[in-house]
C-alpha cells in the first residue's frame, strides 16, 4: 500500500487546513444540476472540522485557461456545498491568512476557482508557496485531478504536512486492491471506441493480470489483426500491428487475451437497427459490429467465476444504443452479482464506464466505481500520479 499520511494521522486541533478538493460539477442556469461530487466530499470536510480543523477549499471549476471568468467562478457551488455539509460556507475571492485566522474557528472556507490564474496549470512555485501561506496543513481529497502536476495538487503538497483526505484515501485503498497487490487471478475487461487511446492501458494491464478480455470497438482492430473481415465496423486498420504486439506481450507474460468468438452486427449505427448474431467470419461488408453476442458473455462469466479480482473500463458495444447494451449489461450484472457474494472484488471506472454500469444498475454491487476520469486510465497505464507521488513520503 501507497505510503501516505490520512486525517488520521494529523493533529488538525486550531490548525488551518488547505484542502484540495474537486467539485467540478455540472451547472445549468446558474444551478448545480449533479451534486455527487460535493456530495462524496462532504465527509473529508466534516472530519476536519470534527477534528478541529478549519477548512480552507481549493479547487478548479471549468476550462477558465488562466483568466477570471465569471462564468466559472466557484460561487455557484456555495448552496449545494452549504447543504451536503449543513452549515455556512464563506466564499472568498483573493484569499490572505489574516482573513482566514480572524474567520470562526469552525468555519469552512471556500477559495475561488484555483485556475482563474496560470499558475495553477504551471505548477508555478510562487502560486504553490502563497497556497501553503494559507494554512498549517495540506490535505488533497481530489483523486481525480491527481494526474495533474498543479500548484494546488502537487506544489504545495510538498511544503507542508500533507495527508489523503477519505476519498482519495478510498480510492487508493481500492486501487491497490485491483493492480497493487491483488488478490489473483486477475480479469480486467477494456471496452470503448478506440485502441488508440488506450494502447499504455492494454501494455501496462497484460503485464499485470492474468486475463485480458477485449470488447467493444477496440476488439474489432484486435479481430482485423487476427485476419478476420470486420465489415464497416469501427476499426482502426492502422493499429493491427500494434494489435498484434499486445498479444504477443500477454503470450510472453502469461496473461490470456479474450476476444469475442461471436458478435452482434447492423447495417446502421442506430437504436434498434435491424440486427443480427453471427460468427466472426459472417460479418457482411455493409455490416457493423456493435455489441458481443452470448457465447462471448458466457464465456466472460466463466472468467468472471474464476477471478478473485477484476477491474474493468469501458463498455462491451454501443451500449448507449439498445439493444447493443446486452453484452455490457449482462457482463456486468455477471460481475456485480459474485462481487455481492463477495467472492470477487471489482473495481471500474474511467470514461464511459460509469453510465454503462449505472445503466447495468450494479453500481452498488461493485467493491469501487471510480468517478474519476483521466486519473483513473493513467493509473491503469501504470503511471505514476503526481498528486499521489508528492503525499507520499511525508
Ligand atoms: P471509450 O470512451 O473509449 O471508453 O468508448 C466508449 C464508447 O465506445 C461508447 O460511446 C460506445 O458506444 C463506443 N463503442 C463501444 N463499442 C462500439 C462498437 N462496437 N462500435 C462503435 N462504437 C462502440
Known sequence: MADFKTLDDMDLGGKVVVTRID??????????TDTTRIDKVAPTILKILEKGGKPVLLAHFGRPKGQPNPDMSLRVTVPSLEAALGKAVTFVERPDRATIDA???DAVILVENTRFTAMEEANDPQMAGFLASLGDVYCNDAFSAAHRAHASTEGVAKLLP????LLMEAELKALDAALGNPNKPVLAVVGGAKVSSKIDLLKNLVSKV?????GG????TFLAARGYSVGKSLCEHDLTDTAKQIEANAKAAGCDILLPMDVVVAKD????AP?????????ADDEMILDAGPQTVAILASALDVANTLVWNGPLGAFELTPFDKATVQAAQAAGTRCKSGALIAVAGGGDTVAALNHANVSQDFTHISTAGG??????EGKPLPGVEALKGQ
Open 217 to 220: 470497438g477496440m476488439a474489432n
Open 23 to 32: 467539485i467540478n460539477v455540472p451547472v445549468e442556469d446558474g444551478k448545480v
Open 375 to 380: 486519473a483513473f486510465l493513467e493509473w491503469m
Open 269 to 272: 449505427f442506430a437504436a434498434n
Open 275 to 283: 440486427h443480427r448474431t453471427c460468427g466472426l467470419d459472417e460479418v
Open 210 to 214: 492474468d486475463a485480458l478480455a477485449i
Open 103 to 105: 474567520a470562526p474557528s
Open 162 to 165: 500533507a495527508c489523503a483526505g
